[in-house]
């Protein structure tokens, strides 16, 4: 079975302040993809990357960095210099080699993102 | 150009009523996605097509859920005899290709509330 787990409900922090929200996933297949979204509070999800299983090197683009390691099955998404632009929550999803019969995304719950000024 | 779109935003309905949303889905893209995201949850996959047809229904919660794609764009979510659990956030998503782990857009969801 396919599995993401954010354990992080809720974090709080100021302005400025780096922070890194956890996703750990389960998958038995050797071929997947992983992302991240960000929900607002306008409620739309909008997309923030793509990482497929055989990619492991860290991305960074601007003040947000993502960091894949298999051995700990875990994609961890780190804001640096947070901004209160940054309030909102975000979702971490899994998509699997499903053979072309599907394209799901399992998600897990989210994580709540408050940056205090 | 335009992100997927969905009608209506706000849906409120009473117990045993029928509802459709509808989904609008970015110019080009051949699949399409409907997921229900709970209070404080994260979404869960409905139903799943490719072109036309429903490739993947396996989310669909029980028979009283139907969707359509009858031209290969605009999508129908149905919900018939609807029932207070069915209050959701309903999401459409859309993707270019079919291709595995191809990034699916999302549009601003359908809020129903059935009373």
């Known amino acids: 079975a396919q599995k993401v787990t954010q354990a992080q409900t809720e974090i709080s922090v100021v302005e400025k302040e780096d922070v890194t929200l956890d996703c750990v996933y389960e998958?038995?297949?050797?071929?997947?993809?992983l992302f991240w979204y960000k929900q607002p509070p306008s409620g739309e999800l909008v997309f923030l990357i793509r990482?497929?299983?055989?990619?492991?090197q860290n991305e960074i683009s601007g003040r947000y960095s993502w960091n894949f390691q298999k051995s700990t099955s875990s994609f961890n998404f780190t804001i640096t210099a947070s901004q209160v632009v940054d309030s909102a929550v975000y979702f971490c999803?899994?998509?699997?080699?499903?053979?072309?019969?599907?394209?799901?995304?399992?998600f897990g719950t989210g994580t709540l993102l408050a940056v205090q000024p | 150009g335009a992100g997927v779109s969905q009608t209506p935003s706000n849906k409120v309905t009473e117990k045993g009523k029928y509802v459709e949303l509808r989904c609008d889905p970015i110019s080009g893209h051949t699949a399409l996605y409907w997921y229900r995201q709970s209070l404080g949850q994260g979404p869960e996959f409905l139903i799943y097509?490719?072109?036309?047809?429903?490739?993947?229904d396996s989310g669909l919660p029980n028979d009283r859920f139907f969707a359509v794609r009858p031209e290969g764009s605009v999508s129908t979510l149905k919900i018939q005899r609807t029932e207070r659990g069915d209050s959701a956030v309903y999401l459409c998503?859309?993707?270019?290709?079919?291709?595995?782990?191809?990034?699916?857009?999302f549009g601003p969801g359908t809020r129903l509330t059935v009373l």
């Open positions: 990482r497929n299983s055989f990619d492991e």
């Open positions: 999803a899994l998509s699997g080699d499903y053979g072309g019969a599907t394209n799901k995304l399992i």
């Open positions: 097509f490719q072109g036309t047809g429903a490739a993947d």
């Open positions: 998958t038995r297949d050797t071929t997947y993809y």
């Open positions: 998503a859309s993707s270019l290709r079919r291709l595995p782990g191809d990034t699916q857009y």
